[in-house]
């Protein structure tokens, strides 16, 4: 066993955190060793279901029974690939008879009911004792991490069952409902009478034991064999082991680096003496000659050491009233005018950036739209094209929305006409009466900007207020308008026909 | 062994804000069901102990009292009994807590009631297809021992107390003798290690692990231990 191999970190642990690195070590090699055991167990399996096969409950017991065979599959695996040997399928397959046959007697009768048999395990099959040293070794193993064994054995029989029963009822899940039916109904006699179970409820045991066996088996096995390294980690040492074995290999590297560091300064003083041919084959009288070369050329100009002394004149230190030194400052020429400058600019920049803050707060409470109102061509640039992804162009809308709109009424389309008149409303206050309507604004904005406009023509406002509350009825409350009323709108236009409409 | 995947281990290593790394040593299935074991224990036998208790008040106040005072019961034990146990101070259920168990945040940090409500309320999905199926599964398949309630409300299963080793340490050396070289923590750690548990160690064990350590000692055999042990009292006294 070459314990710096080791494919688990090793450090002393409690009894069940080597249970849990079991069932992680089991987890990486799960796949070889179910491979393995597909191919090895369940022909075992096959045969024995068609020679016991009138025996179904025999054969549930006899499974259970030679669990032991078993967990020498998943044991060998584990075992090497733990050090850095991962047995091929050839190799398992080569060394199954053996594994099989030996000592079958022993494991299956007097190591069978040992709660600590997981721990136990190793110590038969990897380490091949017997009689009176097997069993001194276990003890002595099982003082540290026995008691983890056997309830881990518990826990083991605890997570059987729960694995039957989960695959029991996710089987009766995937079932048809006529097969779970009669499954059901022969569960069912199971307890109303006394003539054993019935021949298909044990078959679907034994399939399901079988299979709860293939799924737990290897994490059990991988547990025990993670306690038995645990407990051996502990009553020899391992861990201090490898400490000291990683130790030494850094000291020895650590020495040696040194070393060669130090033949490589040997190596640099010849490069630099070239020329220079002395023998200087042993290492003892490398060395001063290799710090005289060091010496000369560290004497040489390009290694002189160069200094300069700056006087400072002493006023503009005493200029200076805080304790900062400054001093160095005075080898610099008067900046005060760019100072000037920067302060300017740093002035300019406030009062731009409270200028915009206040023309923002000032807009937000409508100061401006008597400023807005007017002619200004910003404003005028950024009239929205589209409303709530309405179209108010006046290029997209007819001459005479009106009419347009009475013709949909006549056809029945009340929703259309009141957009009609709607779109063409907006863009009457858009177009002509420069509204300042933005394309994010609602029917509600909308209309409380209408309201604000001082100058609008009364008329058209509670036009536009009793039309924007038929078209929110229309458009989102989907409620029956009154159709009289969308005539009267229709009727009641109260625009000009404009000139630069669509025809 | 340089491109081999790293060693196996069921630590979670958490960096702290200050840049302090600690490791959660995660606890995985065979433990956990173990600890639900106890917990289902002790639920049936809150359930029988408020059986008997219901069916006298049953006698009292009418039967329908007493069952719908027993139904009421069950479903406060069954829903509330871990998420209240497991928002708690404790962190765990009277069953993790046997075990030396308890439910932390990944990050190491006690978990909320939010949290132990979600983890708890998934308790359902987990039990699927019956008898824990899923729960179990996923528990022995990702990679921190979580079962599905653990992955939605990010939550861990640790043990609280660490393991504490069976300290047998041999006599003291006389003089402490400085290493020849600067050690790391680790390998401190180990001398200091080896000091303590030698006593639980044969003598031929004691100076084969005191040899691989030659490299410091600059010697071997019972003179070499002997350094060792120096070594180690220097570290001690050092502390």
């Known amino acids: ?503 | 062994m340089t491109d081999s995947p790293p060693r196996i281990d069921t630590l979670q290593s958490i960096e702290l804000a200050e840049g302090v790394e600690i490791r959660l040593r995660i606890a995985g299935p065979y433990v956990r069901s173990f600890a639900y074991a106890i917990d289902l224990m002790i639920q049936l036998g809150i359930f029988i102990g408020l059986a008997m208790i219901t069916s006298v008040v049953g006698i009292a106040l009418g039967q329908n009292v007493g069952q719908g005072v027993l139904l009421l019961g069950m479903f406060i034990l069954h829903w509330f009994y871990q998420i209240l146990f497991e928002a708690g101070k404790k962190g765990a259920s009277p069953g993790k807590r046997a075990m030396g168990l308890r439910v932390v945040d990944q990050s190491g940090i006690p978990i909320s009631f939010g949290q132990s409500f979600l983890r708890n309320m998934l308790r359902g999905v987990d039990a699927l297809p019956g008898f824990y199926g899923i729960g179990l599964f996923s528990c022995f398949a990702s990679k921190k021992f979580q079962r599905l309630g653990d992955m939605a409300a990010n939550t861990l299963v640790i043990y609280e107390r660490p393991f504490t080793q069976r300290v047998s340490a041999l006599p003291p050396a006389l003089e402490a003798i400085a290493p020849t070289m600067p050690l790391e923590r680790e390998e401190q750690a180990a001398i200091l290690d080896f000091k303590n548990r030698a006593g639980q160690w044969s003598e031929a064990r004691q100076l084969e692990l005191s040899d691989h350590a030659s490299e410091l000692t600059k010697s071997e055999g019972r003179e070499g231990l002997a350094k060792l042990l120096a070594i180690a009292k220097w570290l001690n006294d050092r502390k």
């Open chain 1, 1 to 503: 066993m070459q314990l710096d191999k080791v494919q688990a970190e090793i450090r002393p642990r409690s009894p069940w955190e080597s249970v849990d690195l079991g069932c992680a070590l089991t987890r990486r090699y799960l796949l070889d060793i179910w491979k393995m055991w597909a191919l090895l167990i369940w022909p075992m399996w096959a045969l024995l279901a068609y020679v016991l096969s009138d025996w179904p409950i025999l054969i549930i017991f006899i499974v259970w029974w030679l669990k032991p065979i078993y967990d020498r599959l998943p044991l060998y695996i584990l075992s090497r690939a733990m050090f850095d040997a991962r047995p091929t399928a050839k190799q398992v397959l080569l060394a199954w008879p053996k594994l099989v046959i030996k000592r079958l007697p022993f494991s299956l009768l007097m190591a069978r009911f040992s709660p600590g048999r997981s721990l136990n395990l190793p110590v038969s099959e990897l380490e091949g004792l017997k009689g009176t040293d097997y069993r001194h070794r276990v003890a002595l193993l099982e003082r540290n991490g026995g008691e983890g064994a056997s309830m881990t054995t518990f826990a083991g029989l605890f997570l059987e069952f729960i694995v039957t029963g989960a695959l029991a009822a996710g089987i009766m899940f995937m079932l048809p409902p006529t097969v779970a039916n009669e499954l059901w109904i022969s569960i069912g006699q199971l307890f109303s009478e006394a003539d054993g179970i019935p021949a298909e409820i044990a078959w679907f045991i034994v399939v399901i034991q079988m299979c709860a066996i293939t799924l737990l088996e290897p994490f059990y096995v991988g547990s025990g064999f993670a306690l038995y390294l645990n407990s051996r980690t502990l009553t020899e040492g391992w861990d201090v082991e490898l400490a000291f074995r990683r130790m030494s290999e850094r000291i020895h590297g650590v020495v040696n680096k040194s070393k060669s560091s130090i033949i490589s300064l040997i190596a640099l003083g010849f490069f630099l003496m070239a020329g220079w041919s002395t023998n200087l084959s042993a290492e003892e009288e490398a060395y001063p000659q290799a710090k005289q070369a060091v010496e000369q050329v560290m004497e040489g100009e390009e290694f002189t050491i160069h200094t300069r002394k700056v006087r400072v004149s002493q006023e503009s230190t005493s200029n200076n009233a805080d304790s900062h030194d400054l001093s160095w400052l005075s080898g610099f020429p008067n900046l005060g005018w760019l100072a000037k400058l920067v302060e300017i600019f740093i002035w300019f920049l406030v009062i731009c950036v409270v200028s915009w803050i206040v023309y923002l707060v000032s807009k937000q409470l409508g100061l401006l739209a008597n400023i807005s109102s007017g002619p200004n061509k910003l404003e005028r640039k950024a009239v929205a094209s589209s409303v709530m992804g309405m179209d108010i162009r006046p290029e997209s809308m007819s001459n005479d929305p009106a009419s347009e709109a009475l013709q949909a009424w006549r056809d029945g389309n009340t929703h259309l006409a009141l957009s009609l008149l709607y779109r063409g409303s907006l863009m009457q206050f858009v177009t002509h009466r420069n509204l300042p309507v933005q394309s994010g604004d609602t029917e509600r904005d909308c209309l409380l900007k209408v309201k604000s406009q001082p100058e609008l023509v009364e008329r058209e406002v509670s036009y536009f207020e009793s039309l924007t509350q038929m078209w929110i009825l229309e458009a989102y409350a989907q409620q029956q308008t009154d159709s009289e009323m969308v005539r009267r709108l229709c009727e009641a236009w109260p625009f000009a026909a404009v000139e630069g409409g669509r025809k």
